[in-house]
């Protein structure tokens, strides 16, 4: 009967590789909870910096339909002043030509007081003779209409209003992509508990750790309201 022989490994070294194996295992668990305690903070800044950046949008807009409902009111009493001035101009140039000084007096007292100094710039220039003088007040630099320049400033002011809101909304767009890239850690983090094999456990916090600093570096370069 042949005498059977078992070779045992060494006490020492089944107990090294051991230990070893057990601090492995505890290093990853160690990375893995880091990334998902990261991983929630980011959702939570992104996210608490998304809805930021979403009220800033709405007020932009907001401010924005204001000023250009504005401008439009302002552009209308404009065109009203300027339509006035046309008329009364007309109307008094034409007693004037025929020489009926008193009902021109009483459409020159009805001139507004924007019109006056480009009728008096106008009349200074002697249109009668100089064919080089502008053919009506309205044409004088010195023609001005408060609502209509308001109206201007106000569109524009809409303008400025609507490119802040525009870029606020590209800034929820991008804190919002942020979360997906968080979100995708955690399913790393979470997931690589469910591993057996160390290789694979390796790879998955490895991949991660990857999206964990690009989406970092995606929030350190956005702008914080």
């Given at each position: 009967m042949s005498e059977q022989v078992q070779v045992h490994a060494p006490h020492e070294f089944s107990e090294s590789d051991g230990e070893s194996t057990g601090r492995n295992e505890r290093i990853l668990?160690?990375?893995?909870?880091?990334?998902?305690?990261?991983?929630?903070?980011?959702?939570?800044?992104?996210?608490?910096?998304?809805?930021?950046?979403?009220?800033?949008?709405?007020?932009?807009?907001s401010a924005s339909n204001t000023a250009r409902a504005h401008a439009n009111r302002a552009a209308t009493a404009g065109a009203q002043d300027r339509t006035q001035?046309?008329?009364?101009?007309?109307?008094?140039?034409?007693?004037?030509?025929?020489?009926?000084?008193?009902?021109?007096?009483?459409?020159?007292?009805?001139?507004?007081?924007?019109?006056?100094?480009?009728?008096?710039?106008?009349l200074?220039?002697?249109?009668?003779?100089?064919?080089?003088?502008?053919?009506?007040?309205?044409?004088?630099?010195?023609?001005?209409?408060?609502?209509?320049e308001r109206a201007t400033e106000l569109e524009n002011l809409g303008d400025v209003h609507f490119d802040k809101a525009r870029q606020a909304t590209e800034h929820t767009d991008s804190y919002v992509l942020?979360?997906?890239?968080?979100?995708?850690?955690?399913?790393?983090?979470g997931i690589s508990m469910r591993f057996v094999w160390m290789r694979m456990r390796i790879t998955v916090l490895v991949l991660g750790t990857i999206f964990l600093v690009y989406a970092i570096v995606q929030v350190a370069r956005l702008p914080i309201l």
């Open positions: 668990e160690l990375v893995a909870t880091l990334l998902l305690a990261v991983a929630t903070l980011g959702i939570a800044w992104s996210g608490y910096q998304g809805a930021r950046w979403n009220g800033k949008q709405a007020e932009e807009y001035d046309v008329l009364n101009f007309n109307r008094w140039l034409e007693v004037t030509t025929d020489g009926n000084q008193q009902l021109a007096d009483l459409y020159q007292r009805r001139f507004r007081p924007e019109f006056v100094p480009a009728l008096e710039a106008w200074a220039g002697d249109p009668l003779s100089n064919p080089d003088v502008e053919s009506s007040p309205l044409r004088e630099p010195q023609y001005h209409v408060a609502n209509l942020t979360t997906v890239f968080f979100a995708t850690v955690l399913f790393f983090a």
